[in-house]
């Protein structure tokens, strides 16, 4: 693994770089060791387009959370038939299955932390623990959380997570997917511009920030996975984040 103080310094050189270059790095340095992440939604497409055909063994991770529409899923299967590139699904820990199925149609509205907790969170905390890189499709202009982010982030367990497309706009991928004439979302053009799961997803207004159907009327615009919530190994310690009390869970 690279030292820190060389990753700050890369981090800052690449603020000037292309996603492109920044992923080709990324393939050189770290394969085989290393991994993308990716929601198959429309605002994905250009990073799964730069990934697949720079390094196509490059393998990417989709969360199967079980809550998705059916379009997302469909899209998917779609896509990786047609471009051909190792897709790995990635499930909840089992050991939840019972309280996840008690629970099935009320953990997504009553208390969506918890229900991207074990559906999101531990699961790609489980994957990437096989790995040294991780390739993340985040934007500074998405929310405030990720407006803070660096490009390469060095995590607690010497993981190296790497967002290469963080300096890019919506524009900037709108402008990609014209010049390469990827496909959208089924669901993009009936106002689904962020797709997540079915329960938490809403279709909004042309003016609308394009994340405003992500957990409408609550108090919640991340999973998970790009906050601090991510650095918990344990459910206990983000046990705040949830209505539920999950230590008395069996």
Known sequence: MLPEHEISRL???FETKTPLEIVQWAADTFWPEIAMSSSFQTQSMPLLHMVTHLKRAIPVFFIDTGYHFWETLMFREKIAAEWKFNVIDLYRDPRWDLFVRQNIRTLPLEDPNLCCYLH???PMQEALKDVKAWISGIRRDQTSN???????????NGLLKINPLLNWTKADVQKYMEEHNLPKHPLYEKGYKSVGCAPCTVAIGANDDERAG????KDKVECGLHTDMF????IVD????????MTKVK
């Open 11 to 13: 981090s800052e050189e």
């Open 120 to 122: 999101k969170v531990q």
């Open 146 to 156: 990720r407006a803070q982010a660096s490009i390469l982030e060095l995590q607690d």
């Open 214 to 217: 992500r957990w409408a009327g």
């Open 231 to 234: 650095h918990k190994k344990d």
């Open 238 to 245: 983000v046990q705040n984040q949830f209505k539920t009390d």
